[in-house]
C-alpha cells in the first residue's frame, strides 16, 4: 500500500500561484498519481494525472521527479473559489494494489 | 453533474442494522470504486469491481462488502453497523482502471 503525506493546510492570496507537495515514498511501478479537488460536502473533482515528468493542462500543472517518490500540484494564479482541500490519489495501475488518499490539504485563499 | 448517480442521499439507522448503499456509474464506465470519507477525515479507498469483478480492494472492514451486477451499477453493504461507521460514503467510476474517477454526490450515513 502506498503511503501519501500531504501539508494539513496553506495560505494564499488571489492572483499568487501555489504549489502543494504530495510525498509518496514506496510508490510502486505501475502507479499513477491523481490529484482531486474537494468542496465541503461534494465528491472529489479531478484535477490531473501523471506518471512521470510533468504534465499540464488548462487548471494546473503536476511536477513528478524521477524517483517519482514526490509529486506537486501547481496552481497559477488562485483566485477565491480554489479555496478546497486537495488530495492527491496514489495507484490505479496494472495490477490489484489499492488506491492510496492523501490525508488532504485545506488551500485558504485570501482577497 | 458527474454523471454518477447514488442512492439514497441520507441514511439514519440504528446500530446493529444493515443497510445497502447504491451507485450507478456513468455511461460506459466499467470500474466502479467506493470510498469512506468520516468526518473531518480523508478519503479511505474501500474497494474497486471492474466489469463485474473484484480488481482491488483497501481498507474495508468484513463487516462490509460489495458488488458489481452485469448492469454495472454497484451496491456496498454495511451490516452490524457501529457508531463509527458514520461517514459519508462516495462511489466514483472511470473507463477502465486507472483514468480520472467522477464522483457522486455522496451518501450520509448515519448510525444512532
Known amino acids: 500500500l502506498a503511503k501519501t503525506t500531504q501539508p494539513i493546510s496553506m495560505d494564499s492570496y488571489e492572483g499568487q500561484e501555489v504549489n502543494i507537495t504530495c510525498s509518496h515514498n514506496n510508490i510502486a511501478t505501475n502507479d499513477y498519481i491523481t490529484w482531486y479537488q474537494q468542496f465541503p460536502s461534494q465528491g472529489p473533482r479531478f484535477i490531473i494525472q501523471?506518471?512521470?515528468t510533468k504534465v499540464t493542462n488548462e487548471v494546473a500543472s503536476l511536477f513528478i521527479p524521477a524517483d517519482r517518490k514526490s509529486s506537486t500540484l501547481s496552481l497559477p494564479r488562485v483566485s477565491l473559489s480554489d479555496t478546497a482541500v486537495y488530495y492527491c490519489l496514489v495507484g490505479g495501475g496494472t495490477g490489484r494494489r489499492a488506491l492510496t488518499f492523501g490525508s488532504g490539504t485545506r488551500l485558504q485563499v485570501q482577497p | 453533474d458527474s454523471g454518477v448517480t447514488q442512492t439514497p442521499k441520507h441514511l439514519i439507522t440504528a446500530t446493529g442494522q444493515r443497510v445497502t448503499l447504491r451507485c450507478s456509474p456513468r455511461?460506459?464506465?466499467?470500474?466502479v470504486y467506493w470510498y469512506q470519507q468520516s468526518l473531518d477525515q480523508g478519503l479511505q479507498f474501500l474497494i474497486q469491481y471492474y466489469n463485474g469483478e473484484e480488481r482491488a480492494k483497501g481498507n474495508i472492514l468484513e463487516r462490509f462488502s460489495a458488488q458489481q451486477f452485469p448492469d454495472l451499477h454497484s451496491e456496498l453493504n454495511l451490516s452490524s453497523l457501529e457508531l463509527g461507521d458514520s461517514a459519508l460514503y462516495f462511489c466514483?467510476?472511470?473507463?477502465?482502471?486507472?483514468?480520472?474517477?467522477?464522483f457522486g454526490p455522496g451518501t450520509r450515513l448515519t448510525v444512532l
Open positions: 466514483a467510476s472511470s473507463e477502465g482502471g486507472r483514468e480520472e474517477q467522477f
Open positions: 455511461s460506459g464506465d466499467l470500474s
Open positions: 501523471g506518471y512521470k
